[in-house]
């Protein structure tokens, strides 16, 4: 459709021909208006045919152009109600998420955790008894015979056994009488404090040698004897 501008206003060829009636109309009213009295006889009439249109035919086109209008006018509306709608459902999911994850964490804090079970320790071995060291010498056997003694509950001292032993062997752990009736009889007295051989067995002490001639053995024996006969061996003042 082609269309002609006048200044600001716009004519399409429909417009251009209605206005064309219109003008020609006028002219031809304006025209017997014009023509006086007199002059009627001699004027000929002018036939004007009169073009058909309509008022509907002017705002056809404004029409059309508000048609337009409403439909990019709805399609935008829609567009901006659907964006509304889908950011309401994003910010929905979001809150929920947002809650979900906080049900968790209170869950979590409300759970309690139960301590680990300490492992039970294991027993630990006994240790091993530290044995004593005494000297080898005759100090060192008098403690170490005076310890047992003691673990037995048999009654001795150091120096009562020191006096004895002295006066029997003069401290030599190899001694032997084979003079007197003992040796006489084949059993002669042994070691420190002299002690005959059926009398060390029969007053030998648990946990020494069976040895007579073992200085410990010996000592722990005749103090046995001695106590079982005069009470300890601090008693004894010479031969027993």
Request: hydrophobic content about 40%; aromatic content about 6%; overall charge positive.
């Given at each position: ?111 309690p955790v139960k301590p680990a079970k300490p492992a039970p320790a294991k027993p630990a071995a006994p240790a091993a008894p530290v044995k004593k060291a005494y000297a080898d010498n005759l100090d060192g056997w008098i403690k170490e015979s005076l310890d047992i003694l ?91």
């Amino acid at each position: 459709m082609r269309t002609t501008t006048t200044g600001t206003a716009r004519l399409t060829t429909l417009h251009k021909i209605s206005a064309a009636g219109l003008t020609a109309a006028a002219g031809a009213a304006a025209l017997a208006f014009a023509v006086t009295p007199g002059q009627a006889a001699e004027t000929p009439s002018i036939a004007v045919k009169p073009v058909a249109w309509t008022t509907a035919d002017l705002g056809a086109h404004d029409h059309v152009g508000n048609q337009s209008d409403q439909a990019i006018a709805k399609a935008k509306a829609d567009a901006a109600a659907a964006k509304v709608k889908a950011d309401a459902a994003a910010k929905a999911k979001a809150d929920k998420a947002r809650a979900d994850e906080q049900a968790a964490s209170r869950s979590q804090a409300r759970t309690p955790v139960k301590p680990a079970k300490p492992a039970p320790a294991k027993p630990a071995a006994p240790a091993a008894p530290v044995k004593k060291a005494y000297a080898d010498n005759l100090d060192g056997w008098i403690k170490e015979s005076l310890d047992i003694l003691k673990s037995k509950n048999i009654p001795a001292t150091y120096e009562g056994i020191k006096r004895n032993i002295m006066r029997e062997s003069t401290g030599n752990p190899r001694a032997i009488n084979d003079w007197d009736v003992n040796a006489a009889n084949g059993v002669p007295s042994k070691g420190l404090l002299q002690i005959i051989d059926p009398t060390f067995k029969a007053y030998h002490v648990e946990g020494t040698s069976w040895d007579p001639y073992d200085p410990v053995a010996n000592i722990t024996a005749s103090c046995n004897y001695a106590a079982d006969k005069y009470g300890s061996m601090d008693n004894v003042n010479s031969a027993y």
